[in-house]
C-alpha cells in the first residue's frame, strides 16, 4: 500500500521537474533568466501567506468543478457541462442571497445554507437534465452539456439585463448579497484575503465524493455502471436512474462552486466570472487521474501556476503568451506522467 | 529584469530609486487597438523618454484587477494605472487601502485625494468628425452608431449632431444605439445591420462609438462604398478609403503626460481632462481620404479646431448638462 | 524454435522451450491457459524479444525478429481477437498495410483480382465487398486468415482459432485448415480443446507451466492422455453422476413470448419447468432465443407476454435484485459483458449483485471487512488463482475468472441456477472442476437450467435436454433419450419422423 502511494506521488513529482526543466529552455531559449522568471512563480505561488492564499482560493472553484467532472467520469459520464451548471447554482445562490435580505431568513445559520442548496439544486437540475436526455433518448451527454454551457452563459448574461435582478454599474452584476449569507473569509491571513469558507466546503466534498465512490453501494454501483453496463444490468444497478443522478451530483457540485464564487469571491453575480472555471474543471480531473485526492492536488497545481503566472506577468517583461505555454508545458507532463504510469503498472 | 525578483525585500528603502509605474490592462486588453494598446504605448514612451520602471500586468480573469492593483501598491510603485471604466470599483477600493500610494484610472472619474482620472472631451473630438462628415457627405445625411446607450456615448452624439449643424444646418443626423446592455459594445453583427439601414436611408457618412460593434459599420460600409468615421484609436486603415478619418483620444498622451508629471513630483489628483487643447482628442491625417474631401477642407476643420480651443464654439457636453442636449 | 526462454519479471513464461514443425503439417500446440503458448507464438512472430534461445526457419537461423520480418519470412499470424474495421469492406481491411498506389490512388484492382484467386483456391466464399462490421464471427476470421495468405504466408499460426466459433463454423474451419494442409501450407493450431486437436492435428507439442511436456504424433495419443500432460494429474473427461431425484417444479416458464425488432418473434410461446435437483439442458444453435429467454430469467428485460414462476412467486414482478433474493443465481454467457467487471479487483467481483445486502452494506456504507473476508472465503472455496483479493480480475486466467462467478453466485445459495455457458473459454483442469460442482449442486437439490453451445456438455450434465429453434421450444426430452444425431435435428429446426407422427 504504502509503496504505490510513494510511487504514485512520485510520478507528478518527475513530470513537474521534468516540465520546469524543459520550461527552463524555453526561458533560456528566449533570452531570459529562469531564475528570475521561476523565482517570480515561487513568489506568486507559494511566496508569502498572501499568495498562498490566493493559491489556495483560484483553487477552490476549481475543487468544484474538478470533482464534477471526475465524479461523472466514474459513471462513464463526460460532462462537459460544470460550467454552465458553475453559472445556474451561482445565479441561484445570489439571488437568495439577495431577496432574503431583510427577512426572517437573514441570519447565517438559514440564509447561508439556503443559498448552498439552491446552488446545488440549481446546478444539479441543469446538470440532471443532459442526463435525463442520456438515460432515456440516448442523446449523447457530451454534446448536450456543450451546448447547455452556451445556454447558461447567455443566460447569465441575460438575467443581468433583466431590470429587477441587475444593479446600476459600470459592470453587469447584480446588487451585493446580504452579510449573513457570505462565506467568511479568512482575514487572519490577510484583511483583503477572498480564501474563504468555500475552500473548507470544497474539501469537505473532496472526502464526501470519496465517500460515497469507495464506500457506499451507490459509488459501487456508480462505478460499475462507468466500467461496464453490462454488469451494472446484471448487479442490479438501474443505469439510467443511475445516470440521472449521478449527472444531478455532478451538476451539483460545480454549482456549488458557482455559489463560492458569489457568497465567497465576488459577493454578486457577475458577467463573466464563469470564463474558464469549468473547462479548466476538466483538465483538473484529468490531471487528477478523476480521483477526488487527485482532484485536489490538480486543482492547487492549477491555482498555483495561475498565481504565478499573474506574478510573472505583473513583475516581468516575460511575454504573457510565453507564460500560458510554460504552463501547458507542466499541465501537459502531469497529464501524461498519469498514462506513463498506468501503462508502466500494467 | 532581476531588479523584480529584489524588489519585494527593499520595497520602501533605497533613496536613488527609480520611478516605477505600474500598468494594469484589461482581461484580454493588450491588442485592442483601442484603449489598451493606446495606454501601453504610452508607458513605452515614457520609458524610454523619461528613464522610469515600467511593469505591466494583464489579468485573466474578470474582477481580478484589485490585486494587480494591491500587488503593485504593496510593492510600494510610484504610480499604479489602471484602464477602463470597468476598473473604476476595484481601483477606488485599493486606492481607499493605499492613500500614500498614487493611482490612475483612464476613462472614468474616481473622487479620491490619491487617484488622477484622465478624463477626455470627447464632445469636442466628435464636433470636428461631425464637421468633417458636413463637408464629405453628398446626400446631405449622415448617421451615428452608439454602443450602449449610456451618457458617455450620448456625450459622442450630441459632439457629432452639432459639429456637423455648424457647417450645414440643413443636414439630416440618424442615430442609432446597439443596445442598453455592455454587449452592445461587442456585436458586429449589430453594428452592420443597423449601418445598412442608415445607408438604405441615404446616410454616406458614418460615425461610430461602439467598440468592436464598429468593426461592422465599418465593414458595412466598405460594402456598400459609402464612408465610415472611426473612434478612440485611429481606425483609418481598417477599411483603407472608407474610413473618413477617427475620433482619437490620445490615452498614450494621457499616460506619458501623467508619468510625466510624477516623474517631476507633480501628481495631481482629480480629474485631468484633456480636449483639444492638450491633444487629449484628435482627428486622424485623412491619409487616405483627403480626395473624398472638398479642397482646403484641411484647414477649415484647423479654424474649427482653434475656435473651440478659444472658446469661440461651445460644444455641449452630454454628461455635464444631459438635459441642455438635444 | 530451440531453447526459447522468457521471463516477464519474475515470471518464466517460457523455460528452454523446443517447437519443431514440420512444412505441410498441422502441429497442435496445446496446453491450459497461463502454460505459455502465446507467449512462444508471440517470441516467434517477433513482438517479443527471447531471453534465450533461437529461432530457425527452414534451417537458417533467424535473428531480430519483428513482425514485419516475419511477414517476409511468411509467417502469418492469426490472432484470437479479430482486428478488422468494421466500417471497411473486406478488401479494403485486407490491403490495408499492404496497399499499393496507382496515379497517388489507392489501386483496389489488382488486389481484387489476386483475392479473388486466393478465394477460389481455397474455397473460402467471402465477399470482397461486404462490410467487415456485417460478417459473421465466422466470416471475420475468414478474412484474417485471408490476410495472411495475401502476404504470402507459408506458415499459419491460428490463435486459439475455434473459441469464439459455433460448432458448425468449426467444421467449416477445419475444412478450410485440411485444404491449407493439402496446398503445402504449414499450420500451427494453438488450442486447448481437446476433440478439436485430435481432430485436425498431424502432430501435438503439449507445454504447462512454460515448459514443452511431449511432442507426440496425433494419432498415438488419446484425449485423456493429452489432458494428463496438460493438467499433470489424471483428468476425469467423463462426468460421474448419481441419478437425479428431481422434487417438485421450482421455475416454471409459461408462454413466455418476446417481440424482436421487426415485430419477429425471439420468443415464441415458450414453455419449460425446471425441477428442484435436477439440470434441463437447454441446446440449440446460438441465436435461437436461449439468449432472450436467460435475459427474460435474468431480469434485463422484459417479455411481451407469459408467466415466469419460482417456488410459485411471479419472477416477472421483480427487479434483478429482488429475483436473486428469492433464489435466483445466474452464471452469464459473458463473463465479460456481464458476470464481472474486469476492471475491479477480485474482491468486488466477489459481491457484485449483493452489494446492498448485508453484511456487505449497512444502511448503504460498504463494509470492508466483510467483503475481504467474503472475497477470501470465495477464493479459498473454488481454489481461485492468484488466490489474492486485491488482484485485478482482468488479470486473472478465464479460468479463474469463471471460478470466481460460479463461487459468488453458488454462494448465494441459490433455489435457481441459471448456468450459461459455464465453461466457455475455461481450461479442462477447471471444466472439470466446474462441471463437479454443478452436479453437486443439482445433487443438494437446486434446480439448474444449463444452456450451452457444447452438445457434448449439454450430454453429459443434464437430466432432461431441451431444445429451441427460432425462439420455439422444439423438444423436451429425458437425456437418456437423447443422441447427437437427434438433438442435431432438432436444432436445425426439424422434427423427427417418428416424433412427428404423434
Excluded at chain 2, 478619418?245 to 485631468?272: Q, Y
Excluded at chain 3, 509467417?75 to 496497399?99: A, K, S
Aim: proline letters at 3%.
Amino acid at each position: 500500500m504504502q509503496r504505490s502511494l510513494l510511487r504514485d506521488l512520485a510520478y507528478p513529482a518527475v513530470a513537474v521537474f521534468i516540465a520546469f526543466l524543459l520550461g527552463a529552455l524555453l526561458v533560456v531559449a528566449t533570452g531570459y533568466s529562469p531564475a528570475e522568471i521561476y523565482g517570480a512563480l515561487w513568489h506568486g505561488a507559494f511566496g508569502s501567506a498572501e499568495n498562498v492564499a490566493w493559491s489556495l482560493q483560484n483553487a477552490t472553484p476549481l475543487v468544484f468543478t474538478g470533482l464534477a467532472v471526475a465524479l461523472a467520469f466514474r459513471a462513464g459520464l463526460f460532462n462537459v457541462g460544470a460550467e454552465g451548471q458553475l453559472i445556474l447554482g451561482a445565479f441561484a445562490a445570489s439571488q437568495v442571497g439577495i431577496r432574503l435580505k431583510g427577512t426572517a431568513f437573514d441570519t447565517t445559520l438559514s440564509i447561508l445554507p439556503l443559498a448552498l442548496l439552491a446552488a446545488a439544486l440549481a446546478g444539479g437540475l441543469w446538470g440532471a437534465i443532459p442526463g435525463w436526455l442520456k438515460a432515456r433518448l440516448g442523446v449523447h451527454e457530451v454534446i448536450n452539456t456543450i451546448m447547455m454551457n452556451f445556454i447558461a452563459a447567455l443566460l447569465g448574461s441575460y438575467f443581468l439585463t433583466v431590470p429587477w435582478i441587475k444593479e446600476a454599474g459600470s459592470v453587469p452584476q447584480t446588487p451585493i448579497v446580504s452579510a449573513n449569507a457570505v462565506l467568511p473569509a479568512a482575514r487572519f491571513i490577510n484583511p483583503y484575503t477572498r480564501l474563504n469558507a468555500g475552500f473548507l466546503l470544497a474539501l469537505g466534498c473532496v472526502f464526501l465524493v470519496w465517500f460515497v465512490l469507495w464506500r457506499t453501494w451507490h459509488g459501487f454501483e456508480l462505478r460499475i455502471v462507468g466500467l461496464n453496463a453490462g454488469a451494472a444490468t446484471y448487479a442490479g444497478a438501474n443505469v439510467g436512474r443511475t445516470t440521472i443522478a449521478v449527472m444531478f451530483a455532478s451538476g451539483a457540485l460545480a454549482g456549488l462552486g458557482g455559489a463560492e464564487q458569489v457568497l465567497g469571491v465576488h459577493y454578486h453575480f457577475i458577467k463573466d466570472f464563469w470564463v474558464g472555471l469549468g473547462f479548466t474543471g476538466i483538465a483538473v480531473a484529468l490531471v487528477g487521474e478523476n480521483h477526488p485526492v487527485g482532484v485536489l492536488l490538480g486543482a492547487l497545481l492549477f491555482g498555483a501556476l495561475q498565481n504565478g503566472a499573474a506574478e510573472i506577468d505583473m513583475m516581468t517583461t516575460f511575454p504573457r503568451e510565453l507564460i500560458q505555454v510554460l504552463q501547458a508545458i507542466i499541465i501537459f507532463l502531469v497529464a501524461s506522467m498519469g498514462y506513463v504510469r498506468k501503462r508502466s503498472a500494467a | 529584469m532581476g531588479l523584480a525578483l529584489l524588489a519585494w525585500g527593499a520595497a520602501s528603502a533605497a533613496p536613488e530609486k527609480p520611478v516605477r509605474v505600474g500598468l494594469v490592462l484589461s482581461v484580454g486588453g493588450l491588442g485592442d487597438k483601442s484603449f489598451n494598446d493606446g495606454a501601453y504605448e504610452g508607458l513605452k514612451r515614457a520609458t524610454r523618454e523619461l528613464d522610469i520602471l515600467p511593469y505591466d500586468g494583464e489579468p485573466t480573469m474578470v474582477a481580478e484587477d484589485d490585486r494587480y492593483f494591491r500587488r503593485y501598491a504593496v510593492e510600494g510603485f510610484d504610480l499604479v494605472i489602471g484602464v477602463g471604466f470597468l476598473m473604476q470599483s476595484s481601483l477606488e477600493a485599493v486606492a481607499k487601502e493605499f492613500p500614500r500610494i498614487h493611482f490612475a484610472i483612464v476613462d472614468a472619474f474616481v473622487d479620491l485625494p490619491n487617484v488622477a482620472s484622465l478624463l477626455f472631451k470627447e464632445h469636442e473630438g466628435s464636433f470636428l468628425v461631425g464637421a468633417a462628415a458636413a463637408m464629405a457627405t453628398k446626400t446631405n445625411v449622415i448617421g451615428f452608431v452608439g454602443g450602449m446607450e449610456i451618457p458617455l456615448i450620448h456625450k459622442f452624439r450630441v459632439g457629432y449632431g452639432e459639429g456637423a449643424r455648424y457647417l450645414n444646418p440643413r443636414i439630416e443626423v440618424l442615430e442609432k444605439f446597439a443596445g442598453s446592455g455592455p454587449e452592445a459594445f461587442s456585436d458586429p453583427f449589430k453594428g452592420k445591420q443597423l449601418t445598412e439601414t442608415m445607408i438604405a436611408q441615404k446616410a454616406d457618412v458614418i460615425f461610430h462609438a461602439s467598440g468592436s460593434t464598429g468593426n461592422g459599420v465599418i465593414e458595412a460600409c466598405k460594402q456598400h462604398g459609402v464612408l465610415a468615421i472611426g473612434v478612440d484609436a485611429n481606425q483609418d486603415y481598417m477599411a483603407k478609403g472608407y474610413v473618413l478619418t477617427s475620433m482619437v483620444k490620445r490615452v498614450d498622451v494621457a499616460i506619458f503626460e501623467l508619468v510625466k508629471e510624477v516623474k517631476a513630483g507633480r501628481f495631481r489628483a482629480g480629474p485631468h481632462v484633456l480636449g483639444l487643447a492638450e491633444n487629449g482628442v484628435c482627428t486622424t491625417d485623412f491619409a487616405y481620404t483627403k480626395q473624398k474631401m472638398p479642397a482646403g477642407f484641411e484647414a477649415k476643420l484647423e479654424a474649427i479646431r482653434q475656435k473651440i480651443i478659444r472658446g469661440e464654439i461651445l460644444v455641449t457636453d452630454y454628461t455635464a448638462r444631459p438635459a441642455a442636449a438635444k | 524454435m530451440l531453447g526459447i526462454t522468457k521471463h516477464f519479471g519474475a515470471l518464466v513464461a517460457n523455460r528452454a522451450v523446443h517447437l519443431a514443425v514440420e512444412r505441410g503439417t498441422v502441429h497442435a500446440l496445446v496446453g491450459e491457459n497461463g502454460a505459455g503458448k502465446s507467449t512462444l507464438m508471440n517470441v516467434l512472430y517477433g513482438l517479443y524479444e527471447p531471453d534465450e534461445g533461437e529461432v530457425r526457419i527452414g534451417g537458417q537461423r533467424v535473428t531480430r525478429l519483428s513482425p514485419a520480418r516475419a511477414v517476409e519470412l511468411g509467417l502469418g499470424m492469426v490472432h484470437q481477437h479479430f482486428m478488422l474495421i468494421p466500417t471497411f469492406t473486406v478488401l479494403e481491411n485486407i490491403v490495408l498495410g499492404i496497399e499499393q498506389s496507382k496515379g497517388g490512388l489507392l489501386d483496389l484492382d489488382s488486389p481484387r483480382a489476386q483475392l479473388q484467386e486466393i478465394i477460389g483456391t481455397y474455397d473460402l466464399k467471402v465477399n470482397p465487398d461486404a462490410l467487415a462490421g456485417e460478417l459473421s464471427v465466422g466470416m471475420r476470421q475468414r478474412v484474417e486468415i485471408l490476410k495472411v495468405l495475401m502476404r504470402g504466408a507459408g506458415v499459419l499460426l491460428l490463435d486459439e482459432p475455434t473459441a469464439v466459433l459455433t460448432p458448425q463454423e468449426v467444421e467449416e474451419l477445419f475444412k478450410i485448415v485440411r485444404l491449407l494442409k493439402s496446398q503445402g501450407k504449414t499450420i500451427v493450431f494453438i488450442s486447448h480443446k481437446l476433440r478439436e486437436v485430435k481432430a485436425i492435428s498431424d502432430r501435438l507439442t503439449v507445454m504447462r507451466g512454460g515448459e514443452v511436456v511431449g511432442s507426440h504424433a496425433t494419432a498415438g495419443v488419446t484425449e485423456g492422455d493429452i489432458a494428463e500432460m496438460m493438467v499433470g494429474r489424471k483428468v476425469l473427461l467423463d462426468v460421474k453422476k448419481a441419478e437425479a431425484k428431481p422434487g417438485d417444479v421450482c421455475l416454471s416458464i409459461q408462454d413466455v413470448t418476446l417481440v424482436g425488432g421487426g415485430s419477429k418473434l425471439v420468443l415464441d410461446h415458450v414453455d419449460l419447468e425446471v425441477r428442484a435437483g435436477e439440470i434441463v439442458g437447454l441446446a440449440g444453435v446460438v441465436g435461437n432465443g436461449q439468449t432472450e429467454l436467460v435475459e427474460v430469467l435474468a431480469g434485463f428485460r422484459a417479455p411481451s407476454d407469459g408467466r415466469v414462476r419460482l417456488d410459485g412467486r411471479d419472477l416477472l414482478e421483480m427487479d434483478v435484485l429482488e429475483r436473486y433474493r428469492v433464489g435466483l443465481a445466474h452464471i452469464p454467457e459473458d463473463r465479460h459483458k456481464h458476470g464481472m467487471v474486469v476492471d475491479m479487483d477480485a474482491r468486488d467481483n466477489t459481491i457484485l449483485g449483493k452489494q446492498r445486502d448485508e453484511p456487505f452494506s449497512r444502511s448503504g456504507v460498504l463494509d470492508e471487512t466483510a467483503i475481504l473476508l467474503e472475497a477470501r472465503a470465495r477464493i479459498a472455496q473454488f481454489d481461485v488463482r492468484p488466490p489474492r483479493p486485491d488482484v485485478r480480475a482482468g488479470d486473472m486466467s478465464g479460468g479463474n475468472q469463471q471460478k470466481l462467478v460460479i463461487a459468488r453466485e453458488v454462494s448465494r445459495e441459490p433455489r435457481f441456477l441459471i448456468a450459461a455457458m459455464p465453461t466457455r473459454g475455461v481450461d479442462i483442469g477447471a471444466i472439470e472442476f466446474i462441471h463437479r460442482h454443478l452436479i453437486e449442486l443439482r445433487d443438494s437439490g437446486v434446480a439448474i437450467l444449463l444452456v450451452s453451445a457444447e452438445l457434448s456438455e449439454v450430454l453429459s450434465l443434464s437430466d432432461r435436454i431441451a431444445v429451441m429453434y427460432e425462439g420455439r421450444m422444439m423438444d423436451v426430452m429425458a437425456a437418456s433419450e437423447a443422441t447427437e444425431q437427434r438433438l442435431g435435428l432438432l436444432m436445425a429446426g426439424i422434427h423427427d419422423k417418428a416424433e412427428a407422427a404423434h
